[in-house]
């Protein structure tokens, strides 16, 4: 769309038409007399394979799609950088990840409200998830093979407009193997993991439409309803440069925004609300350009302070992994010869999806997961020695902030009394050479002949807090991402007493029989563990991010670390609002995608109340 065509005042502007920006723009504009305006910054790809397919997700990091954001040098990892892929395209995130759907826990959701945030409930915002998505159940026979006696439909959605099934095919044994795995010591899953308050191993989720195995995300399933609505303009090309306030704190109104349109700079004015849904890794860069945040840093670069709140871009989270490569034995199907690009094997897999929608390239992401306590910590003794391990670890010397140090205390609660797990352990059918990853994704850039299977862990609610700030007052330049990954000691600690137990659970029976022994290949000479010591060892050369990050303009009371409060609008200001996941006061346990779904869409309601 060209500026001609950009209207220049509507009720609802949205800074950033990703997954909760075109959420809200679907939601909002259900009343016929509301205008909306959505402003992305990248390009429409509705049409483009290289979305649509799940199997091609990763063949987007580092093109223009992608904000190709990196980190600082990490310490802790080596002094790597890491590549922080974010979705710069129409759908944001949810348009180049893995189209993992996983809800958050009960626990995590109740933490913020107990946290100072009124009505935000695991029961206020379950309803929101089942609102977002439709669950299609395969048939009997995948049912059987995926372990699937768990599931309870009264948690699912059943009309919403995301569509969710299993990717997991019957042809696959290692799926199978995977919940047999866990089912042999005890921790197939407690309850349907989409009810809040699941333990165990189970078969994933994907946000993939079950009939044409195309992906399904925001602007395929939100953002097409809002275009053919005439009070909503979507512009792509249009990178907002700041937010326009005016007026005195507590009364600051946002009256629009700057933004750039193919080379034209315009102001766009809102009647009612400007709403920033740019992303963890953009929304504090652009408060902050709009004189909103750390009166020293704006001061730093010469912009004027309109809200001096230094949390602004603070309590950065973010869940760090690493696995390792088993190789399996001869006969078992993976997704290396894919990953090789072998022109035999990509041209039998798009042959298999053209002609009949299956085959490998249906499958995204992670099929197998496991919500996880540390299982040397269960049992009849586990109680005092997780008291232990938490008291002996869990200082809050690394807490540079005050959210830091209330996010990380409700962390410790969750986690030492088991109301959440401690790590997503997964499983992904092919290698991933940790020890050389680059822009193309966490599967490495030197890959090894073979077919592997990848068994890995995630931390789920990490107690290391890092930051996100402007690096100058340029609206072109990148942030500056610091996640401080492993900053606090009980995050290592908690990563290698998981993928140790990994490296002992992949000798079950169930697993054990597909991989080759004794003297199969791993990913590499360091990925056979012995100890603590050694896999500590191997996190610090292999850990990298989950592309989750959230927390930078937190839904907390202003004095302990907030930038917005339980209505999402920004203290200080009457209608400036964030509707992203750079408002999670603590990070979910698992993927952001369906949690940032479920609080665009509670947004919406909340919204619509105020208007």
């Known amino acids: 769309m060209s500026t001609t065509q950009t209207p220049t005042t509507a009720d609802y502007v949205i800074v950033g038409g990703g997954t909760a920006g075109l959420v809200l723009a679907a939601r909002l504009s259900e009343d016929p007399g509301t205008s909306v305006i959505v402003l992305e910054a990248g390009k429409n790809h509705l049409e483009d394979p290289r979305v649509n397919i799940p199997a091609l997700w990763t063949t987007l990091f580092g093109t223009d799609a992608d904000w190709a954001f990196t980190t600082l040098p990490q310490p802790t990892l080596g002094d790597k950088t890491i590549n922080a892929a974010q979705g710069k395209i129409l759908g944001g995130s949810s348009a180049i990840n893995g189209q993992a759907f996983v809800s958050a826990s009960k626990a995590v959701i109740d933490a913020w409200s107990e946290l100072g945030n009124e009505g935000w409930t695991w029961e206020n915002l379950q309803p929101y998830y089942k609102k977002s998505y439709t669950l299609n159940i395969p048939d009997d026979e995948t049912c059987n093979h995926l372990g699937l006696n768990w599931v309870d439909p009264s948690v699912h959605g059943s009309s919403g407009p995301i569509q969710v099934s299993f990717p997991g095919q019957v042809q696959n044994p290692l799926v199978k193997a995977w919940t047999e795995m866990f089912k042999s010591i005890g921790f197939e899953t407690t309850a349907d993991p989409y009810s809040g308050v699941s333990v165990g191993a189970f078969s994933s989720l994907a946000a993939v439409d079950p009939l044409s195995k195309t992906r399904s995300y925001s602007a395929s399933a939100y953002g097409r309803t809002a275009m053919e609505r005439s009070g909503v303009h979507i512009v792509t090309d249009a990178f907002v440069n700041k937010v326009l306030l005016e007026g005195s704190k507590p009364n600051i109104r946002a009256t629009g925004v700057e933004v750039d349109v193919m080379s034209q700079l315009i102001t766009i004015r809102a009647n009612k609300e400007v709403i920033i849904t740019a992303g963890a890794l953009n929304t504090p860069k652009l408060l902050e350009l709009s004189g909103v945040g750390s009166k020293e840093?704006?001061?730093?670069?010469?912009?004027?302070v309109v809200i001096d709140n230094p949390n602004v871009g603070e309590n950065l989270q973010d869940h760090l992994m690493s696995g390792i490569s088993f190789e399996v034995v001869d006969g078992v199907i993976t997704g290396d010869p894919l990953l090789r690009q072998e022109p035999e094997a990509i041209a039998s897999a798009m042959q298999m999806y053209s002609e009949n929608q299956a085959g490998p390239m249906t499958i995204g992401g992670v099929q197998s997961s496991g919500l996880m306590p540390i299982l040397e910590f269960t049992g009849p003794s586990g109680k005092k020695a997780r008291e232990d391990f938490f008291h002996r670890f869990s200082s809050t010397e690394s807490a540079t902030t005050e959210s830091a140090t209330t996010s990380q205390a409700m962390a410790r609660s969750i986690l030492e009394t088991q109301k959440g797990p401690t790590c997503n352990m997964f499983m992904f059918l092919a290698q991933a050479n940790l020890?050389?990853?680059?822009?193309?994704?966490?599967?490495?850039?030197?890959?090894?002949?073979?077919?592997?299977?990848?068994?890995?862990?995630?931390?789920?609610?990490?107690?290391?807090?890092?930051?996100?700030?402007?690096?100058?007052?340029?609206?072109?330049?990148?942030?500056?991402?610091?996640?401080?990954?492993?900053?606090?000691?009980?995050?290592?600690e908690i990563l290698a007493r998981n993928l140790l137990e990994l490296e002992r659970l992949h000798e079950t029976d169930a697993l054990a029989r597909y991989l080759k022994k004794p003297d199969g290949r791993r990913n590499h000479p360091d990925a056979f563990l012995k100890d603590l010591e050694s896999t500590k060892k191997y996190l610090r050369d292999t850990s990298t991010t989950a592309y989750h990050f959230a927390g930078t303009a937190a839904m907390l009371p202003e004095d302990q670390g907030g930038v917005v409060n339980e209505k999402l609008v920004v203290h200080g200001t009457v209608n400036l609002r964030v509707c992203d996941a750079s408002i999670f006061p603590v990070i979910p346990p698992a993927n952001l995608m369906a949690t940032v779904y479920a609080v665009a869409e509670r947004s919406a309601d909340i919204i619509k109340a105020d208007a």
Not at 297 to 304: C, V
Not at 459 to 475: M, T
């Open 297 to 304: 840093i704006l001061e730093k670069y010469n912009i004027p």
């Open 435 to 492: 020890h050389k990853t680059d822009a193309s994704g966490f599967v490495g850039s030197e890959l090894l002949p073979g077919n592997y299977l990848s068994l890995g862990v995630m931390q789920s609610i990490p107690f290391s807090r890092g930051h996100v700030h402007i690096s100058s007052s340029n609206p072109n330049d990148k942030p500056t991402i610091d996640p401080r990954y492993l900053s606090h000691p009980i995050d290592i």
